[in-house]
């Protein structure tokens, strides 16, 4: 009875017992659900892309034949590197370091600026090489209009575009907070944090849709 007193009075003093007291960052799990729903998104795109090929496989047959294979992957190889850089700044964020500490030719010293810097530019190189495959692709006839395949292939690769370039413009922000606050706080890391797993989203996004149009075909 005695015990059963002292840890009543315990739990009036220091209140009811809690849990731990870390959680996680609501932020990242925000993230992690709006990117659950963009996957269901890209789900619905195979499934059209898939439907329609099985209508249609003799246009298939005919059409790809006209994709530059050798440049689209060499622009994929271009995307999936600049997720490396991207994971590089991810760590320098959250040993809280913004920016590099030694010259710019000292990569050791780079910060999460310098990375997320690369993995810019790595991004907008794959933009422009998907506009020229564009541009190649309307010389041969094949434009969203012209036919099923067309419609398929312009629709599938032009959405994930448009994420990758979402995903660009978040770079832009987040390295530009960096030229703007004085400390860097843990605010900032999370953001650069969360921008990451978009990145690594759209890559492993492409991964699966190069494999789908450039070589089942």
Request: hydrophobic share 50%; glycine share 8%.
């Amino acid at each position: 009875m005695r015990s059963v007193a002292t840890a009543s009075a315990t739990t009036r003093t220091l209140g009811p017992a809690h849990g731990p007291a870390t959680r996680p960052n609501m932020v990242s799990v925000g993230t992690i659900v709006w990117l659950g729903s963009e996957l269901m998104f890209f789900a619905g795109l195979f499934a059209m892309y898939f439907q329609i090929r099985s209508l249609s496989p003799e246009l298939w047959a005919e059409q790809t034949a006209k994709l530059n294979v050798p440049f689209a992957a060499l622009n994929a190889f271009v995307l999936l590197v600049s997720s490396v850089w991207c994971q590089l700044g991810v760590f320098k964020a959250e040993a809280g370091k913004p920016k590099r500490s030694g010259r710019l030719w000292q990569f050791k010293e780079w910060g999460m600026r310098e990375w997320y810097v690369v993995t810019y530019l790595f991004g907008a190189f794959f933009i422009g090489g998907q506009v020229f495959e564009y541009a190649e692709l309307t010389s041969e006839n094949v434009t969203l209009s012209s036919d099923r395949y067309g419609s398929v292939f312009f629709m599938t690769t032009g959405f994930h575009g448009m994420h990758v370039t979402g995903g660009l413009i978040a770079f832009l922000l987040i390295i530009g907070r960096t030229f703007t606050t004085r400390n860097y706080s843990h605010a900032q890391a999370i953001g650069a944090v969360v921008t990451s797993y978009y990145w690594h989203f759209v890559d492993v996004v492409w991964i699966a849709l190069f494999s789908t149009i450039y070589l089942l075909k």
